[in-house]
C-alpha cells in the first residue's frame, strides 16, 4: 500500500471516521509507538496523546505482489518434492566452482580462519531457447560475516550512480543508439585470485577456508580430483574470493576493469569511475566517443555503435564466457527500459 494512503487510513481510524464493525476487509497493524513513528514517510501529522500510529495491511491481496516474486525461496514442502532437482542444482554449482578453481583441498588441522557455508535455493524464471521457464537456482554461499579478517578489508562495490544510469540513456536517445543490457554469469566466482590481488595491491595474502553443508559432501566427492574427500580431515581453501565473501566484489571488479580499460580502451570519468567512454581516432581526425559503459557490479548497461558494442561483448565473452544480453526492453538495476526500435526513445 502508498504510505501516505496508509497513513490517511490510519488516521481516519484512529480518530473514528471508519467503522470496520461489519468485519469487511480483515487487516494487520504493525504499530509505530512512541517517536518511531517519524521512520515512516507521508504521515499528515504528529499523533496526539493517546494515539499511535500504525501500518495497515489489508488481507484483500494488499501483500500478493510481494508474496507472488519471482524469486521465492523454496519452501520446505518444495525442498520434499522437487529434492531432486535441488540436488542436481547443487551438483552444478559445486562444478562451477571447481570450473572456476575457486577452492582447493586442505587439511582441517592446519587451516586458518575456517568459516561455515549455506546454500540458497530459490525459483527464478529463465529464457530457454526464447521461452521463459521457471527454474531452480542454487548458489553456495560462504557466511562471510564469520570471517575474521573481513573487518580489515574494504568494502568496494562498483556501483554506478543514478546519474551515470540516466546519461548514458540520454547519450543513447540523442545519438540514435541501441541500448544493451548484460549481465555476467557467476560474477563472485570469477574476479581474480588471491596471489593476483597480493600483486596488484601489496596487501597480505588471504587465508579463508571453508567447510560445506550437511551431506554436500557426498555431492562434492562425484567430481573429479575429490572423490576422497573427507569432510571430518579436510576443508575447501578458497584460492580467490566466491560469493559471500567481503572482497568477492572487488576482485571481481578489478578483472572486469582489465578488460573494458586494458583490452578495449575505455576510460573512466574522473567524477564517476563506473562510467567509461570509449573514444576512438579515425582517418586521423579528432578522437570521439563511440562507446559508452555503465557498470553496476555485474550488471552492465552498454550504448554505442554497433561495431563498438559487438567488440566490447566479444572482449567480456572471451574472459567471463557467454553474456545474459538483452536489447530493446529489459528491466536494469530496477527500472525496465523500454527503446523504441525506431526512434531510439526510451521510457524508463
Known sequence: LDLEEQSLSTERELTGEVDNSSGEG????????????????????????????????????????????DTDLLTPAELQTESARVRESMHNELKTWVHYDCFARHPRASARNVIDTRWVLKWKWVKVNGVKQRQIRVRLTVRG?????????????????????????????????????????????????????????????????????????????KLPGYENFDEKTEVLKCTMPGTGLRDAPKCFSIKLRRVTVDEVGFAPLALEGELEVLYE??????????????????????????????????????????LEAERGRFTHCGIRHIQDPHSKEVSL
Open 281 to 322: 581516432k579515425r582517418d586521423g581526425a579528432q578522437a570521439y566517443c563511440t562507446c559508452i559503459l555503465v557498470k553496476h557490479v555485474d550488471d552492465l548497461k552498454i550504448a554505442g555503435e554497433p561495431s563498438a558494442v559487438k567488440r566490447l561483448l566479444e572482449a567480456l565473452e572471451r574472459t567471463f564466457g557467454k
Open 145 to 221: 560475516f564469520k570471517d575474521v579478517q573481513g573487518q580489515d578489508l574494504s568494502a568496494f562495490a562498483g556501483t554506478a550512480s543514478r546519474a551515470a544510469q540516466r546519461l548514458l540513456t540520454s547519450e543513447a536517445v540523442l545519438r540514435g543508439w541501441e541500448i544493451v543490457s548484460a549481465d555476467v554469469p557467476k560474477a563472485f566466482l570469477q574476479g581474480i585470485s588471491y596471489a593476483d590481488l597480493v600483486a596488484q595491491t601489496g596487501e597480505p595474502l588471504r587465508e579463508v577456508c571453508f567447510t560445506v553443508p550437511p551431506a554436500t559432501a557426498a555431492e562434492l566427492r
Open 26 to 69: 480483515q487487516w494487520t497493524d504493525l504499530e509505530f509507538s512512541g517517536d518511531t513513528w517519524k521512520l515512516l514517510h507521508g504521515v499528515p501529522r504528529e499523533p496526539s496523546s493517546g494515539q499511535v500510529v500504525a501500518m495497515r495491511s489489508y488481507a484483500a491481496g494488499a501483500k500478493k505482489a510481494v508474496i507472488d516474486r
